[in-house]
C-alpha cells in the first residue's frame, strides 16, 4: 500500500495561502535611514528584506548583496527598483526585485518592498514571481504595484520568455496582496455532467468541460487530469503547460509543487518529489516515499515511509531523518513524532516541546492542538497548557476562534478557552475565514459571524470558507458563489450549464433517457492521512473494500482500492464530486475476509429528480414487506427490485416513517427513475 504523504486537492476557489505562507507575519523592523528623508538606491542596497531562504526568513543586504559561502545562497539587489506611495501616507515607500540563486541554479526573482515609516522603514511584504523571468516595467500608482514582465509559455526558449504578465498589489499589514480582478481574474472548477470546467464569475464558461479532475488555480497554474489517472497543469487560458504524466499533482506554492511519479519496485510502487513551473525535477533524481509541500523554507520528506527529517530549498536534507512523522512547519516550530509521542521541534531540530502528547497539530494563532488522554488542549510555544484538554475533538484556531466538541455538541472557544459562540441548533462547523464560518443546521449550510450571528440562513448541501470575498455554494439542483452577505454573484445548473457545451447538446438532444451505469473506480486524490483497516467492508461486498480509521478516530466505510490496485481511497463521493482522501496505513491491511451482504449491488444511485441515495447498511430492513435497499439523502427511502427491463431503470421510493414504538412503515411511495448508478469494482 503506497504510504506516499500529499496534501489535498480539491473543488474550491482560487487560493493566496502562497503569498501568506511566504511572507508571514512580520516581527521587527530594519531602521535604514533618518526620518523624514526620501528613500535612495543606496538605502535599498542596504535594507532588510523579507525571504523564505533564510532561518530567520528575513535578509539583510550589503551594497546591495547577501552571501552564505557555505549554503551556496546568493541575493542581489537588481535593477529593477521604483519608488511611490503605497500605504496613503504621503510618504514615497519602494519596491524592488532581488534575484536569489542557490548553489548557482538559474536565478528566482523576488518582488519586494519597503513601507517609509514616520520613524523607521518597515518590511513591506516578498512575493515570488518566478524563474526565466523578464522584468519589463515596475511603478507604484495611486498607491498600487504592478509588475510588468514576460513569463515563459510552451515553445519558449529558456532565455526567450513570451507570455506577457502584468500583476498588481497592495500593501496590507506588512504583506503584499494581490489586486483581485473578480469579474474575469478568478476560475472557479464547476461540473457539467462528468466532466470539469472553469468558469468566471460572471458565469462565462472560460475553460471549456473537458476534465475528470480539476483542481483550484495558484500562482496562475491549476492540476487537472484528463482521464482520472494522469495529471498535469493549465494556465488560465486552459492552455496545457505541463503534460499529464503524473500520478497525482498538487498546488504550487513558491513555485513548486509536489506530484507523483513511478516507484522502484512493488514495495514502492510510486513516490513524491518536486516539480517546478516548466515540469523539471528540481532536486534531480530525489524521490520520496512521503512528502509535504514546503513551509518556512523547510518541507518534510521520508525516503522509506518509516523516517521522517525536512529538506531545504536546496533539495538537501537539514534536518535528519529520526522522526516516526513529521509535519508542516508553522510559526517556527513543527510537530513531530518520536518514541511513540508528539512534540514540537524548532527549525534546527530541536526539541522545544518535548514529546509528550498522543497527536499534536501544526500551531495555528500562537497555539496548537494536542491531545492527551483522548481529550483535545491547546499549547503555547513554550509548551504550556493554555487551554486544558477537556474536548472530545478540536479545530485549528483562525480569526480567533477555534470549533470543538463536547459530549456531541459543537461551539466555539476564544483564544483564552471561554464560550465565544454557542448556537444549539447547530451541529457542524468550519473555521472562520475573512469573519464568516460556514456551519450546518438540519443538514443545510448557512454562515455566521464572529459574534455567533447567523449572516446567511441554512440553505446549502455545501458551502466553502470566503475567500476574497466569494464562496462556493451548492444546492441539488446548482452551484453557484456568493458574497458576504448572501447575494448570488454566480448560479451554474449543476446538471447543464448556462452556455451548453456539445457535450451537454448532445445530451439534451437524446431522444430516449437511459440509465447510466458507473463501474467505479476512485481517483487517486491528493490529500492524505493516516489510519489503519480493521476489516473489509461491512457495506459493499468487495475484497477490495476496507472499514478504515484515521488517526484522528473517523471511520470510514467503504475506503475503496484505486486504480492502481495500491493506493486506498477514503471516503469518495462521486455524486458530490469530493474525490475522498488518500489512507496512510500505519500498519498492513488484515487478511481479506468478505462479510458484506448488501441488499443491493449498486452502491449509488442517483434519481432523476436529482435524489442521491446509498446502499443501506441493514441488509434486511424491511417496512410493509418490501426491503428497503438504499437511504437517501432527503430522509427517503429506495424499495424492493429495481426494474431494468427497459433503458431507464425505475424504483420505488416512499418516506420511512419511525412511529412512537420504533416501528418503520412508508409512506407517500411513487415509482422514479435511476438516472445514475455506481457499482465499485476490484481493480484488476
Known sequence: MSKTKYPIMLVALIALEWWAAVTGPHVGAAPIRQPDMPLTRQDLENAEYRTQYTPSRTVQLTDGVYEEAESGLRITLTEHYTFGDLNGDGAADAAAILATTLNNREPFLNLVALINGPEETEIGGFVLVGEHIQINELSIVNGKLSVDYLRPQPGDAVDS?????????FSRRGLLVPEQTRSFGQLFPYQDGTLYGYANVLGELVIEPQFMLAGEFTEGMAPVSYDGRTTGFINQIGELVIEPRFSYAGNFTQGLALVGVPGVDADAPFLTTYIDRIGRFVFGDARFFAAEPFSEGLAAVSYDGAQYGYIDLRGELAIELQFAHAEAFSEGLAPVQFGGQYGFIDRAGKFVITPQFETAKPFQEGLAQVVLGGKTGYVNQRGE??????????????????LVVSDGNPFYIDSAGN???????????????EGLAAVVSNDLYGYIDLQGNLIVPPQFTYASAFKNGLAVVETAKTWGLINSVGEVVLEIDRALAQQPTMRALAMQKSATPQTQLIAYSPPIPTEIRSGTCSSNSELLALASAWKCKVTDGDTFDPCLTAADGETLVCAPSPMENYPGFQLDLTRPLPEVVVIAQPPSDLWLIQTDDDARCRVNRASNLRTDDKLVTHICADGMALLGDIDRNSDLWTVERGTLVNNAEGVLSIENVQRVGIVRAWSPVTPE
Open 419 to 433: 464560550v465565544a459562540i454557542e448556537l444549539p441548533d447547530i451541529t457542524r462547523g468550519t473555521a472562520f475565514a
Open 161 to 169: 520568455p513570451s507570455r506577457q504578465v502584468t500583476q498588481s498589489y
Open 385 to 402: 497548557m493554555i487551554i486544558e484538554p477537556t474536548f472530545d475533538y478540536g479545530n485549528d484556531f483562525a480569526e480567533g476562534r477555534a
